[in-house]
């Protein structure tokens, strides 16, 4: 029997006690009424009474409150079921106001009265975001940097102020401690099956977030204070999320519902799936096919780390981490250490072989989950900061054919018949050729072609007719600006032998080597992006930092050749600011050269990156000291080419020092493309 079929929990027993017992143990009747006032406002006092503490520090005694707080749980249950829909809108609605998603919390409502326990646990996960938002925003209201960490969030003094210490511990009875029931975590790590989460808690939150916004309105009118909520955040350039083919996922005239359908069955059979959590890959595909994506996304998240995890706990022989929930582990067996290198142990996570070469599904993971430059899915659903009703469609394409390719990877041998499937197959194929695009590999590569194109405009800018500018004297600087274009090409024919021959002329080095096609070629070359050691990625830093000011000149030269032209054809500029502009002009002589030579030179320090590794400590410092000077000269070219500074002259002294300066760093064979040969 595969061991997804066996498995019956993924919760260790004293998880699984806690969450699914305890709150039981106690079967008093708790009267609502002791509660809830006649006019709808939460009695805390008599909330707050239910938490227990320890004698030893006084701090919360998580297993005694929710032994005693479980009936209070079940009896605000039965409440709301005794309601219909519009006397819980007359009653609470106004309550849920401060969180800015008044419509999510009125949809928990109707998922307690049928009790799915797919849809309850899904309810959970979508209010525990809500209100971790929410409460950020609260946070702000007296604090500045708001914690990333719910259980940081939950524990500052800040949040104490606004409502109370002694309401902020009973929330963290539920979600935000790890010795509490931490629902919250359970449910966004994948631990938690759908049957194993009690509605009653549910319900509790529902009723608790309602509290919170009947103590906040009291705060706010005590203080004069309004609670700004912060904007969802919104994904740009989706086009770059675009991995697999939209076409074989949209449900429009391009597919019916015939990949989705292939998928059910591969749920059904994939030994990725753990048999507990089928019900919530089934929601996952039907959400899908009902346009509700971030419903979509949100369930299958966590199934694809409770998938992987079985992966990683089977690969490494280390069958225990499945079923551990535990205080100071939930939050390490996650992505972070199942992509990992090495386990804790020092030695090496298998997992990464097992998902295949070129480590497709780690790329992908590392990309949509992980960096900081990419969406980040699942830290910004789960903390609330996307606009669930707005999630892009193409965000959850992404997700659900990731998915499938997972579910066909690990699958049986006798499953072909799937895997060749004429809408299968492009998805496995695209899989298999995937490559980071949000590693700063990836992204520093992509700065470097945008930079040249910008640098490719200059030749199309608007100038003076010569004889205008023969006009005026003392602008003798032609001899100095051949100088040191000559340097360049000095410079170039040295490192020619590092680059691709067919991009190479020594006739004309700057015109035949300084192009856009050899920065293509050489960004095409494929680079190891997972496990970057920390030199690499030090290395990567100042790179890319070199690349964006390249593109801040290269900018602000577009810019003002365009408005000095114009204003020289209006005759609108004074007779300095005529001169100046003829300088300006002068300056791009060399500059356009200068510029494409550098991104050429980190482009080619980029493709050998890794070979940092190789030097010693001291000759690591010497080679980061010169990318610093080469940062440096740019830097100060953005400052002298600026509108404020207009120092033109200045640039030529200044790049005359930057070339002497890597001439030497060349000579002495201190560059990473020349540790290659």
Known sequence: MALSDSVTTCLSPPVHYVICKLGFEKKDTYDINN?????????????TEHVCYLESDQSVDYIKSIRSLGPVCESINLHFKSLTKEQFVIQYALWFRWTNYTELFLEVFDVLQYTQTTEVALGLMKLTSCLERALGDVYLLIGKDCPFLLRDLLASEQLAVVFGQAVMNVLRVFIGSPYGLNLRNVLWHGFASPQEIPVKYCAMLLFLTAGLGQLLQTYLLQTKCILVHRPYVIFVSLEELDAFPGKYLTISKYLNHETLSIAEELVKLSSFVLKTMLPFWMAALTAFKQSRYADCVILLLPQLEAGLRLLFTTTNQCPNRLLTAEVKFLSKVSYDLMLAKHLDNEEVNQLPAVLEEPAMASEFLWDFLNHQEGPRIRDRLSHGEINLEAFPREVANQIVAFAITLLCRFSDEDMFAFKEHMVIKPLMNCASCYRSRFHPISRLKKQVLECMKSIHLWPELPTVPKEHIQTIKGLEGNAEASTLILMISEIIS?????????????????????????????CDTCICTLYSPRPVLEILVVLRKISTQCHQVSEQVIASTELRYKQWMNKTLRSRQRHNYLRMLNSIKFLSPVLRFILVLITLELVNVHLVCRKNPFDYQQYLKFLKSVLQYTENLVTYTSPEKNKWDETMELTNKALIKIRKISDRKLMLMQLAT
């Open 494 to 522: 040295q490192l020619q032998q590092y680059m691709p021959q067919n991009c190479c002329s020594s006739d004309d080095p700057i015109n035949s080597v300084l192009t856009e096609r050899l920065l293509i070629e050489l």
């Open 35 to 47: 509660i809830l006032s006649e006019n709808g406002e939460v009695c805390w006092q008599a909330v």
